[in-house]
């Protein structure tokens, strides 16, 4: 399962930090990230980043977000800086995990965390 925190209420300009742990039964986590949803829209990427250190951003959060991850951990963290009201949603972490060898991967969703950009 994957356990989300950090998210809350902050300024425009401000910066808030979102954590994801994975636990369970895994063999391997391939891709790692962030998708967010606001109600009424689909669920979008927000960064991913590869057991390798690849990473891929939403152009809309490009240069203002960040996302990190710490494999032996099985870590991954979002820095959100210059939050604009247009980032408020509900932040989900998203894991493609292996649980077994042999098996194909699945992915996995952390139970959501509310961001709310407001002055």
């Known amino acids: 399962q994957l356990v989300e925190s950090g998210g809350g209420l902050v300024q425009p300009g401000g910066s808030l930090r979102l954590s994801c742990a994975a636990s369970?039964?895994?063999?391997?986590?391939?891709?790692m990230g962030w998708y967010r949803q606001i109600p009424g829209k689909e669920r979008e990427l927000v960064a991913r980043i590869t057991p390798s250190g690849v990473i891929k951003y939403s152009d809309s959060v490009n240069d203002r977000f960040t996302v990190s991850r710490h494999n032996f951990e099985k870590k991954v963290w979002l820095q959100m800086d210059s939050l604009k009201v247009e980032d408020t949603a509900v932040y989900y972490c998203?894991?493609?995990?292996?649980?077994?060898?042999?098996?194909?991967?699945?992915?996995?969703w952390g139970q959501g965390t509310q961001v709310t950009v407001s002055s």
């Open positions: 369970g039964s895994i063999f391997r986590i391939n891709d």
């Open positions: 998203y894991a493609d995990i292996v649980t077994e060898w042999g098996r194909p991967s699945d992915a996995y």
